[in-house]
């Protein structure tokens, strides 16, 4: 994206809608619409199994095969899902981090398939290749959870890939550093911006040490490295942490990395504002919630995002339709086009109120980035637990604020009075449903293409992947010939697992602090699973399980927390269980309850699963609970299926929860409430 002079009106972002679910089929035509409506980039959201290095048909993808984007298993559907759209003349993000190398090299692999059809020459053609792969483990780690292998080989993937794009697709973004998540995982602005940059001064410190790239070539790396990050609500503040974010990463590509060309050391960004502070209730306040938010991220001239897609108004409901995404796109358009923002100079320069905001958030992180560096960097920092727990921590101050009052959000915790919403009046239509049959026709298309394909050109290239992983080889070349030879995205994770590994992160929960003794609430209820575990004779245990392949663990981390701080035993392992797994750990723990969270829409599927389990190995009197974003269709049908308690966003109050898990209890075990 050019940057003009401050004579010339400032260009418009990128502007994206995150797209993709069922099919790539139905995808492509997705992003067909979204094209014509003027939508100037796509935006690839993948289903959880691409996501997380697994084909259609293994155990873990049950429930989850397009739920959350689109399913891409092979060239075919690479493909397919770019059908029509000339890969030459797009400006493509893909959301996809463990696998990167893999779904860049089909994406690659498609981009040079257009050319030989075209006549074009092939590297001409990848030489305008313009988008951005998020290849960015390290959040994966501490809040998203799609990571597949162990910190040092996902770094080397990371490495790998920059240092291919650099010299082969020269205008391709290989790696967007991603803060979003981390704001959803609890960091403050400060913490955001201190995590990110150690993030990138891990990927850049390993690319120069891994004399894949000259010295010289130093600049053209940071060049292409991007950024993804959040905006919430207090725009001001988000505003002031663009901009020292701009500064700091302008003064550590300098200083660090000894690049003189002040263009290649500019921050280069894109945002979406924060989907998980939209809210279930009185959702039509996130309308306004989502144009604040794209303020301040447009509003300062010298740090506007190049790119920002914007979440729909009903996304805490489920997943969006069409229309609401185009209302979001307009939402975009308006500001871009309609008001004079793009007109000025930076608005805020001069500004002693502002610069003493960007002062304070860049202080604060040149002191995280040194605490970070001092205990061996972000991967060791990953490895220790720290840089997680500093998250759950301040994720607990967070709600620990709204629960009391001091943080307000309109419509939950405060002026909840309410109308009947017409934009809910359809009911389940007023969110997008995907069809059960999506999965079937997924397996059995999986299962035509190993039938069809060259599978001992799949076996070749696989045993060569292998064998490449096991040097300090780049491993891109391999990985291409893989997709050129129509292996599939599971047997690609598959055979780097064999030589790397899997890896399970640290929790963040037992080093988490908790703010003080907490409320007279708190106390109350910590006196009564005191007093209901003595009545049994034992401690109160609760299991609290994330099913499936969702990785977006904040909820439950939460959860856990609360649970400890009202006196429960909590067993928690983490994100990515089988139902199975869930089942042997609640009877071999002897648990009092199950909760479980699930937010990927895979509800209906994989917690009727953990019921019969329960039930099939004689544990079918431990009551099950289950949050996550569930509309009350499903909550109804879960509960007709046993599940003793539903909740969703709109109940935030964890220690009324926890008293709720109390009475539950004692109804279970026949103890009169107290």
């Known amino acids: 994206m050019p940057y003009p002079t401050d004579r010339e009106r400032d260009r418009p972002w990128v502007m994206r809608t995150y797209a993709g679910h069922s099919s790539a089929a139905a995808s492509n035509e997705l992003y067909r619409r979204n094209l014509a409506k003027g939508q100037t980039g796509l935006s690839v959201a993948f289903d959880l199994p691409t996501q997380t290095g697994y084909d259609a048909d293994h155990q873990l993808s049950r429930g989850e095969v397009g739920k959350v984007g689109v399913p891409v298993a092979h060239i075919g559907d690479m493909r397919r899902l770019f059908d029509g759209i000339p890969l030459a003349e797009a400006n493509t993000s893909m959301t996809i981090n463990a696998p990167a190398m893999w779904l860049l090299a089909l994406y690659v692999t498609v981009a040079e398939e257009q050319a030989k059809t075209e006549g074009r020459d092939v590297e001409e053609v990848l030489a305008k290749l313009t988008g951005t792969t998020q290849n960015d483990i390290i959040k994966e780690y501490l809040s998203r959870g799609t990571y597949i292998f162990p910190p040092a080989p996902s770094l080397r993937l990371i490495t790998d890939t920059i240092a291919w794009t650099v010299h082969h697709v020269p205008k391709w973004n290989p790696i967007n550093i991603c803060s979003y998540h981390l704001q959803e995982a609890g960091a403050t602005p400060t913490q ?89 209730a009185q959702p039509e306040n996130n309308v306004q919630r989502i144009v604040l938010e794209m303020l301040a991220v447009s509003l300062s001239r010298g740090a506007r995002a190049r790119a ?100 307000v959000l309109v419509g939950v915790n405060k002026f909840a009075t309410t109308e009947p919403s017409p934009l809910q009046s359809e009911g389940l239509k007023s969110i997008e449903t995907i069809d059960p049959a999506v999965e079937k026709q997924a397996v059995a298309a999986l299962e035509e293409w190993r039938a069809h394909r060259d599978n001992e050109a799949v076996e070749k290239s696989l045993a060569e992947l292998k064998k490449v992983a096991k040097t300090t080889e780049n491993l891109f070349n391999a990985t291409i010939e893989c997709a050129r030879a129509g292996v599939t995205t599971g047997e690609w994770s598959g055979a780097l697992r064999e030589v790397f590994g899997e890896y399970r992160a640290p929790t963040g929960v037992s080093g988490s602090v908790s703010p003080g003794e907490g409320s007279a609430e708190l106390v109350r209820v910590r006196d009564r699973v005191k007093a209901t575990g003595d009545e049994l004779g034992q401690r109160l245990r609760i299991l609290v399980g994330k099913p499936g392949l969702d990785g977006h663990s904040n909820g439950a981390e939460q959860v856990a927390v609360r649970a400890r701080d009202v006196g429960f ?47 099939a190995a004689g544990a079918g009197d431990i009551p099950l609970i289950v949050g996550g974003i569930i509309p009350p269709d499903d909550a109804k049908l879960l509960l007709d299926r046993g599940i003793a308690r539903v909740f969703t966003p709109k109940d935030y109050e964890l220690t009324e929860i926890m008293d709720g898990i109390v009475s539950l209890i004692r109804e279970t075990h026949g103890l009169p409430q107290d």
């Open 569 to 615: 035993e909590v067993i928690y392992q983490g994100i990515r269980l089988t139902p199975e797994q869930i089942v042997a750990a609640a009877v071999q723990e002897g648990v009092h309850v199950v909760g479980l969270s699930v937010l990927s829409g895979s509800h209906l599927e994989v917690v009727p699963q953990v019921v019969d389990g329960l039930r």
């Open 308 to 407: 920002i897609q914007l979440p729909a108004w009903n996304e805490a409901l489920g997943l969006p339709r069409p229309w609401d995404q185009q209302w979001a796109l307009r939402m975009q358009q308006v500001l871009a086009f309609e008001t004079d923002l793009l007109e000025y100079e930076d608005i805020f320069d001069g500004s002693h109120v502002i610069q003493a905001k960007v002062d304070e958030i860049m202080t604060g992180a040149r002191e995280e980035i040194d605490r970070v560096q001092h205990v061996g960097g972000a991967v060791a920092a990953v490895e220790s637990g720290y840089m997680k727990s500093q998250l759950v921590s301040s994720l607990a101050e967070y709600r620990r604020g709204m629960e009391d009052g001091e943080r």
């Open 192 to 280: 955001e911006v201190a995590y990110a940059l150690c993030t990138a001064i891990a990927v850049l410190d390993a690319v120069r040490d891994s004399g894949q790239v000259e010295a010289a070539d130093m600049a053209k790396v940071v060049s292409r490295i991007s950024f993804f990050v959040n905006a919430g609500v207090r725009f001001v503040e988000e505003m002031s942490k663009m901009r020292a974010f701009t500064a700091l990463w302008d003064e550590l590509t300098r200083d660090r990395y000894g690049v003189t060309d002040p263009k290649a050391r500019r921050l280069r960004y894109g945002v979406q504002v924060n989907s998980l502070g939209l809210t279930e």
